[in-house]
């Protein structure tokens, strides 16, 4: 599959739900389902970074974390989930993190990942990384939106519901967060056999792909 092709390492996020799929010979898109929630992060006036936080669906979450309960308690801690966290986290460089950033209209360039984390919630594997600029940047009154979202829909993102959806640390007084939803609403599956939606036509999808732009929300950020 594409993305698995993509991928260099056998830990790294996407490649593990093509291996989840690959047993199936009528797969049908996506193949992940992600809660998203995201922090705008400014020091000194400035914006400096993104913070992602990912919640995945139990099926996800039950193949990637097989085998990873090294103490045999019966729980996943932080600790026994943070390799797992840092190598998915650094391999998803190739797809930009599947996070676009524009200030004023003009997109940002993020440096490598920090803080990678994971833990638990219920059933959900939930994985957090922060993402600082590459050039710190003054918002002044331009708008900055932000987009989390899989090109080739491989992973279905949706922000989650409620305030914290959309949160800002350190932002200048009188900014605020609002989270717009897409207008497409995003099908429970693409099915492979579905006129148009073969696996093929899937796989032909790229990073440079407009597909899954259809299903984003957009986090924008507006200051007085």
Known sequence: ?????????????????????????????????????????????????????????????????QGLDTNKDGKLSPEELAGLAAENTANLAEFGYFTKLKVGGKEQAFSDPKEPAAHMEDKALVMTFLLPLKTPIQQGRGVAALEVYDPTYFVAFSFAEGTDAATLAGAPQGCAATVTRPKTEQPKTADAGSPGMTEAFFEALTAASTYGVQFASRVLVACP
């Not at 898109?29 to 705008?40: D, F, G, I, N, R």
């Open 1 to 65: 599959m594409l993305i698995a092709a993509h991928c260099p390492k056998p830990l790294a996020l996407v490649l593990a739900a093509a291996l989840g799929c690959a047993a199936s010979a009528a797969c049908a898109h996506p193949h992940v389902w992600v809660t998203a929630k995201a922090q705008l992060v400014y020091e000194g006036g400035k914006l400096v970074g993104v913070r992602d936080t990912w919640s995945f669906d139990p099926e996800y979450t039950a193949f990637v974390t």
